[in-house]
């Protein structure tokens, strides 16, 4: 008998990196969509309404509809700047930028496809058609990536968050709570008097997964540079210099660069710091899992191709940029598809072709992800179906948790365990999809489902970052510890915890606040949702068990010295925990799965030496304060 209520083996759970977007306004052929512009009086919003679009890889051709879900930007922000292009000085020209709205950031209260509204209000009177020259750019929190195959209106309706969770053994989703004031009022009784609904919170999710890359180390940390061979499958150059925070880049030709290709920008310079605490002086990473000595890298930063515009070279990205590139960078494309190239596959021995390795480090920034969520009651898709109630109703419910930051996160192991990774994290708002609300259709969105739609192929468990023959977790045997210059013998269990001062902040901003049904896909257009989320100062610290063959370590903790790699200049303070997945076959050196985190600085402040109870083995725990950490990693995925 088909089941009548939610069962938890038919939920789906999917994510991808938040990025923004970049419009070009104008209607001739170096624009991507006119824009008219209207300010009811009395309105605290602005009604932008797009008109003869050009690009129709972000716009649907004739309909001038902007490809993302019905209100999934509710609570984006954007603002308003100029393109810098042969237009922008034009007399006839209306600088948006400069007409009191240059430095105001706008926050998006609604979107129905071929209109957008924002709020505050424009300082700028009604403009029934934008000159070229100007730019309307989505910024990334909040922002998922758009799907460049969906179709305004119908059941296609999506968002391209179809990147694999990792094997996840529990989770938690960060449930919409209201925060409701509740009054009693002095000479009314004993009861409650008033209740009034305040803000609407998105916190408390959770996941942990047995880690088979280090991939989610990314979210936890902030920033990611990778090294890989040379010769993509497509050579070009950034034919204009890019900022970072862009989500998009022109390049020199997009000729056999095709959607889902990654790219990698390969710039020499300036080199980026990768440490904070001290000048950069021990010199540059050189890509390898074997260099544990640096202070600096060089910025190649690796993409997905998530659309092309089909009017000149522009790609779109599935991620911002976090640095700054100059005109003429070499750009080197990777084709999933060719065996020469990235992606990467293991191969049949074990061993990995032309890996690709990976540097994360803590930073100023952490990247925002947006977290996808379906449950349904039977294992088809709602789209089946037209009829509420009918045979094939899955009574489908998709949310979206959007502007997703880690909060904080444990990584442990034991001796009879995989290398396990539990992460802490709080939405800023949930999108929900009410097409079942809606007359017609009944799911407005259409869900991811991992292995039976998204991943079903080889190319899309690649792009989906889950290749096959990379999806058993690195174990407890796969591991090694050095720790102040010498290799641990009797590690019986470690854990690693970190804290990123992450802040959801509710603010007063003037939003519109739209009256509320319950059918709203984002309720009260996003305006009791927080607006910002705000990284503050980390804290790391690591316990580690052993079993005492040496009292070394008690007396390195009794010193109360500080081991550091920056002051003595070598790496034999340093602690360095390696993972490196068993292969079959023949094994060729640098060819395998691994994973390196590295602490160059800290304290051991404990190093207790107890006598057992049991009359047994000495045991130790371990207590290392670090003031940050560095991870290396090697594997198959062109970008975390």
Partial sequence: MPSTVYKGDLAEVSFAPEVGLKLRIGTDSAS????????????????????????????ESGAHKLKFPKNMLVGSQLVFTASGGANADDIDTVDLADTGNGGRVFTIVENSQTTMKISP?????DIGTVGPGNVLQIL?????????????????????????????????????????????VVGLGRDVSVQVPGKITNEGGSFEVAMHTARWLKYCLGHELIHSPNGGSVA????SATLAGDSSIIVASKNNIEVNDYIEIRDDAPLVPVVSDHEPDGGTWDGTLTDFEFDNAKPHEARRVIGISENDNTLYLDEPLLY????????????????????????STGTITNPVTHLIFSRSTQPSFALEVSQRRRDMDSDETSVDGGVGDTKELTRVFR????????????????????VNFNAALCYTDTGRLETSPITRYSSHRMFDDTAATEQGRINSGIAKGTQKPFMFYNGSINLAGQQVAQVLNFTLTGQTGMQAFHTINGQHQATSAYGDQVPFAGARNATLMVEGQTSYEMTMEIGVDDPLFYHKMRSGVEFS??????????????????????????????????????????????????????????????????????????KY
């Fill in 403 to 422: 502007g997703c930051k880690v909060t904080d996160f444990t990584l442990t192991t034991d001796n009879d365990a995989a290398l396990r990774l539990a």
């Fill in 236 to 239: 070009t150059t950034l034919s």
């Fill in 121 to 125: 209000p424009m300082l700028t009177p």
């Fill in 140 to 184: 990334p929190y909040k922002t998922p990536p758009m799907d460049v195959g969906m179709t305004a209106g119908t059941a296609t309706e999506s968002v391209h968050t179809d990147q694999f969770l990792g094997i996840a053994s529990a989770l938690t989703l960060p449930e919409t709570k209201v925060d409701l004031k509740r009054f009693h």
């Fill in 324 to 347: 700054p590139h100059a005109a003429s960078t070499d750009v080197e494309v990777r084709d999933p598809n060719t065996s020469a190239s990235l992606p990467v596959i293991v191969s």
């Fill in 32 to 59: 991507d969509v006119g824009l008219e512009i209207a300010t009811v009086a009395g309105n605290d919003f602005t009604t932008l309404t797009f008109k003869a679009e050009v690009n129709t890889t972000l716009f």
């Fill in 565 to 638: 790699v920056n002051s003595e200049n070598s790496t034999t303070n340093q602690i360095r925990i390696e993972f490196e997945k068993n292969l079959t076959g023949s094994t060729a050196a640098g060819a395998s799965e691994k994973m390196v985190i590295l602490i160059d600085d800290y304290y051991i402040i404990e190093a207790p030496l107890q006598i057992p109870e049991d009359k047994g083995m000495v045991k130790s725990t371990l207590k290392i304060m670090p003031k940050a950490i560095k991870v290396l990693a090697r594997d198959t995925l062109p």
